[in-house]
Structure formats: structure tokens, C-alpha cells
């Protein structure tokens, strides 16, 4: 199970960190990805981290502003979210990639999936 939080409203400019849980498995083996759904828009990949040596993948609509971590201790990913824009509001979710991928911003390379959490962006 996973379990993503930490969504809120933010200003323009502003920082949010976000949160994904997981349980019931541990997380070392698992490479995970943080996706993002805006009203109207598709589901799309905003980043990933590998399971083997932390390799990190981010959108070029992000890169630069977000980095994701991971605490394998904690069974925990982050999402650290910087420099916020208004575009950047969308329900952010976060998923188990299956293994031997080549995409990592394809949904199709991910089979299970936290509750989303909800980011705001607006002044």
C-alpha cells in the first residue's frame, strides 16, 4: 500500500514537500514514481528514483525546482517541490514501477498506486 501527503495550498513562489508512504512491502526493491493529474489533463510523469543507486529522472517542467529522495529506513519517498507555479496544480501521486522498465514517465510501467494529494498553487 502506498500513501501519498503533504498536498496543500501554496503561493506562487512558494515550497511544499510531499510524502509517499508505503506499507506492507519493503520499499529498497522498488523504484517509485511521482505522477501528477491536472482537471482536463492527463496523468504525467514529474519524477522517479530508482531502486538499485537512487538514479533520479525528472519532466523538463520540473527539473531544477523538484527532487525526489528516498529513505528506504523510513519506507518513505519525497517529493521536495520548490519554486511553485501555478501549472504545478494537480492532484501528485505516487506508484511502484515494475522492474526491467525503459520509460520511466509511462504509466504502463507502474502497477500499484497511492491515493493522490491534492497541490494548489495560487495566490
Known amino acids: 500500500q502506498l500513501q501519498a501527503y503533504g498536498g496543500g495550498l501554496v503561493q506562487p513562489g512558494g515550497s511544499l514537500r510531499l510524502s509517499c508512504a508505503v506499507s506492507?512491502?519493503?520499499?529498497?526493491?522498488?523504484?517509485i514514481g511521482w505522477f501528477r493529474q491536472a482537471p482536463g489533463k492527463e496523468r504525467e510523469g514529474v519524477s522517479c528514483i530508482s531502486a538499485s543507486d537512487g538514479s533520479t529522472y525528472y519532466d523538463d517542467s520540473v527539473r531544477g525546482r523538484f527532487t525526489i529522495s528516498r529513505d528506504n529506513a523510513k519506507n518513505t519517498v519525497y517529493l521536495q517541490m520548490n519554486s511553485l507555479r501555478p501549472e504545478d496544480t494537480a492532484v501528485y501521486y505516487c506508484?511502484?514501477?515494475?522492474?526491467?522498465?525503459?520509460?520511466?514517465?509511462?504509466?504502463?510501467?507502474?502497477?500499484?498506486w497511492g491515493q493522490g494529494t491534492q497541490v494548489t498553487v495560487s495566490s
Open positions: 506492507g512491502f519493503t520499499l529498497d526493491y522498488y523504484a
Open positions: 506508484a511502484t514501477r515494475k522492474p526491467y522498465g525503459s520509460i520511466w514517465s509511462a504509466r504502463y510501467e507502474y502497477d500499484y
